[in-house]
């Protein structure tokens, strides 16, 4: 759809007050529950834009809405962004494809999945070419904005796809998408700031050829839960997510076999996807499907869980393990870019390299309550850091420097307007 952050080079830009060993935070899971629309006062103290930062027209361009069944942390991180910058006094409009809902901001749909690429340059030409800022969203396929428009751009990059382009689409569709995304992109946005939310992707970009100079992070969030709830007093174990085939959940399956041989209890499968029916297929004994769950339930199945297990390829930074670190659960999870950001190996959660790893410790953690609930403890406190104020707060400093870097040098594109 890294390593840790203090070993990125010196010039790049990272979120102002965290830790190196702190990296970036986020919300809510793909596929699994309808999340909450912002609310006033979500944000804390940050107040309207003070004179050095007079309100300004943004325009994210993104993939999908919250209202979408699949949407995940990047349609999270998006709201939370426009509802902050909105908050702050600046106008704010979402153009997105598929379903859309009301949000505090304006929300215009542009069409379907796919459709939506075409059509964005002509929605753009009708309704929004008096914007201050474009926000490209790319998710693998850039809508290659600054090819369109002469207005400044940052680029919002949640993960690089690498590997997902094989495992969604056959040859030649796999071999194109992966080109425009690694080689088209960064070309038609060489003279943009990128902006992204984890050491893992800021890494993937320079490997794209983005220069480190042009790279920006800021923190996502994790919201303060309702109280707590009681632990399950039996092995209770969670994937929690959209059921897609990168998330490896049925190599979760599989090592669940040997797992529960020796720790007994339950998996437990909340979120709904492509994927589920053949998941389903697969799942021995003590596996539950719950499919997509409320808030409430998600925040129950969180607060019940002995472990959060997150077998996925990959991720842009993977909110859930936040969203239940807050909660004191721990994660175990492979250590691949976007996971290696969001779990602390041997503080706040386990990452592994091989399935007979995963399986170990995994099996050893939950036979371990003492060293369970010392990595739990520790990454509550770390997650309790975590403010979606400090993320609006970072993406309004990186606009503002945007704004500034686009109106300073030369349109050398032929943008249609």
Not at 252 to 262: A, C, E, K, S, T
Request: charged share 20%; glycine share 10%; with cysteine.
């Amino acid at each position: 759809m890294t390593d840790d952050p203090g070993a990125q080079p010196a010039e790049m830009s990272f979120p102002v007050g965290l830790e190196s060993a702190l990296p970036v935070q986020r919300h809510a899971v793909a596929g699994t529950f309808a999340p909450e629309p912002w609310s006033p006062g979500a944000f804390g103290p940050a107040g309207p834009p003070g004179p050095e930062s007079p309100p300004r027209n943004i325009l994210f361009v993104a993939w999908r809405d919250l209202a979408n069944r699949r949407a995940g942390g990047s349609e999270i991180l998006v709201d939370r962004l426009a509802s902050g910058m909105l908050a702050r006094g600046h106008r704010v409009t979402l153009l997105c494809g598929g379903p859309v809902a009301e949000r505090p901001y304006r929300v215009a749909r542009n069409g379907g999945t796919y459709s939506q690429f075409l059509r964005a340059p002509l929605a753009y030409l009708r309704n929004h070419r008096n914007s201050d800022l474009i926000v490209e969203v790319c998710n693998g396929m850039p809508y290659l904005s600054p090819l369109w428009s002469r207005r400044p751009v940052l680029c919002l990059v949640n993960h690089v796809h690498t590997e997902l382009w094989s495992m969604r689409f056959r040859p030649p569709f796999s071999t194109i998408g992966r080109n425009i995304e690694r080689k088209v992109m960064p070309w038609v946005h060489r003279r943009n700031l990128f902006l992204t939310v984890s050491a893992s992707t800021a890494e993937g970009l320079q490997q794209m050829g983005v220069g480190p100079d042009r790279i920006r992070q800021i923190c996502n969030g994790v919201e303060e839960p309702d109280p707590p709830l009681p632990r399950s007093p039996e092995p209770l174990f969670l994937a929690i997510g959209r059921l897609a085939d990168y998330k490896r959940l049925d190599l979760l399956l599989r090592l669940w076999d040997r797992v529960r041989q020796v720790v007994g209890g339950q998996l437990v499968i909340a979120g709904d996807g492509p994927e589920r029916s053949r998941l389903e297929a697969l799942a021995g004994p003590g596996v539950v499907f719950t499919g997509r769950v409320s808030e409430q339930e998600k925040h129950r199945l969180l607060c019940s869980a002995w472990l959060l297990m997150h077998p996925a390829l990959i991720e842009g930074w993977g909110i859930v393990v936040v969203e239940a670190a807050i909660r004191g659960t721990p994660a175990v999870a492979f250590d691949v870019p976007g996971l290696r950001d969001s779990v602390v190996h041997g503080q706040t959660g386990m990452l592994v390299h091989t399935e007979g790893q995963f399986a170990s410790a995994w099996a050893s953690l939950a036979i371990n309550q003492r060293r369970r609930e010392q990595l739990g403890q520790a990454a509550r406190t770390r997650a309790l850091r975590l403010h979606w104020s400090a993320a609006v707060e970072g993406f309004a400093e990186v606009a503002d420097e945007a704004i500034k870097r686009g109106r300073s040098q030369p349109c050398r594109l032929p943008p249609l307007a």
